[in-house]
Every structure is written in C-alpha cells, then in structure tokens.
T-cell receptor, first 113, second 114 residues
Framework: AQSVTQLDSHVSVSEGTPVLLRCNYS??????LFWYVQHPNKGLQLLLKYTSAATLVKGINGFEAEFKKSETSFHLTKPSAHMSDAAEYFCVVSRGGYNKLIFGAGTRLAVHP | GAVVSQHPSRVICKSGTSVKIECRSL??????MFWYRQFPKQSLMLMAT?????????EQGVEKDKFLINHASLTLSTLTVASAHPEDSSFYIC??????????FGQGTRLTVV
C-alpha cells in the first residue's frame, strides 16, 4: 500500500529565505510522486512530478524536489521564498500515472515580509 | 495548461435536499475523472473514479447511493449528493486525467448543508 507523510503541518519563513517542505513516502511499487499547491479557494496546481527519471526534479515557480529512495523522501525546496508562495502544499503518491492519487495531510506555508 | 471547470464554487442547501456538482474539461476530452473530498484542515481523499460511459468505481467507505456520479460525456462528470445532511458539508474537488500525462483539478465546490 502507498502512503505519504508530510512532516510539518505549518512552515513559516521570511521572504527571500529558503523553503523546505518535508515529505516521506511508503510504497510497495516504484512510486510516482508529485507536489501540488493549493491557494485559498482555488483548485490544485501541479508543481512538479517524479516518475522514475531524474531524481532531482525541477518544477514551476523555482521549486524543485529530490527523490531519495534510500531515505524514502521527496522534500520540496525553493532557494528564496516569495510572498506569493504562501499556500497549502500537498505531497502526493500514486502507483503510476494519475490513478488513485494519495495525498499527504498538507503543509501550510506562510511567508512573512 | 488544460482547464477543468467546476460548478458551483459554493452552495448552501437545506438538509434533505440534493445537490449536483458539475466538472467539465474545457479544452480536452477526459475518459477518466476523479472526485475528492476535503474536510476542514485535512487532506484530500479520493471518493470515486468516474469513467465515461460506465459505472463509477467507489473507494471503500463511500456510499454510492448517496454520492451519485454520472460521466455522460468525455467532457462532463457530475456528482450528486443525495439527501444531503450537515455531515456531508465539505469541500469537493474533481480532477480530469489528460491521457495519463497529467491530472488537472477543478476549483472545488464548498458545500454547506444547514
């Protein structure tokens, strides 16, 4: 069975400082992993995805994530936070493709001036 | 990217009434759409997989008689919450799969049952 654990429910950073949102996964299969962002009262937007190609995945808006099989982790990072990055972020695992996405509990990112 | 439109964005209904939520893929055809539910401060949980022209596949614990799904065309799936009760109040969100390349999400529907 697949599962995903987001280690922090809330993260607060200052504008211009690095962002780290942590995610660990559990999967019996070779997983596909995703990060989605949800802004208030809006739908979900795909930030990036890992599907067994390069372990360092670059996404939109300067975000990237590194797949580490030995640590079963897929942490999301960004070198410099922007105010517009404030949102809810979900780490997601699936068995493959976009069938039966399993969402983590979410991490709310706050960015302060 | 592709656009998925969900309507309505907010709905308030009286207990015992039924509510229909529409999910449309505006610029692509989606043979498969998914319906999720998100309780306050919780994550999204997959409710069902909607396949065009066939019956939906429901996740364990989801009442198929309460959450009626119809995927009548390649661009439209509907979720009807039958005889809604306050415990059905939640944020419902759909996604449409684009050829197993990516899933695009609607804006979500906040249902409040009073």
């Amino acid at each position: 069975a697949q599962s995903v654990t987001q280690l922090d429910s809330h993260v607060s950073v200052s504008e211009g400082t690095p962002v780290l949102l942590r995610c660990n996964y559990s999967s019996s299969y070779s997983p596909s992993l995703f990060w989605y962002v949800q802004h208030p009262n809006k739908g979900l937007q795909l930030l990036l995805k890992y599907t067994s190609a390069a372990t360092l995945v670059k996404g939109i808006n300067g975000f990237e994530a590194e797949f580490k099989k030995s640590e079963t982790s897929f942490h999301l990072t960004k070198p410099s936070a922007h105010m517009s990055d404030a949102a809810e972020y979900f780490c997601v695992v699936s068995r493959g493709g976009y069938n039966k996405l399993i969402f983590g509990a979410g991490t709310r990112l706050a960015v302060h001036p | 990217g592709a656009v998925v439109s969900q309507h309505p964005s907010r709905v308030i209904c009286k207990s015992g009434t039924s509510v229909k939520i529409e999910c449309r893929s505006l610029d692509f055809q989606a043979t498969t759409m998914f319906w999720y539910r998100q309780f306050p401060k919780q994550s999204l949980m997959l409710m069902a997989t909607s396949n065009e022209g066939s019956k939906a596949t429901y996740e364990q614990g989801v009442e198929k008689d309460k959450f009626l799904i119809n995927h009548a065309s390649l661009t439209l799936s509907t979720l009807t919450v039958a005889s809604a009760h306050p415990e059905d109040s939640s944020f419902y969100i759909c996604s449409a799969e684009l050829g197993q390349v990516e899933a695009f999400f609607g804006q979500g529907t906040r249902l409040t049952v009073v």
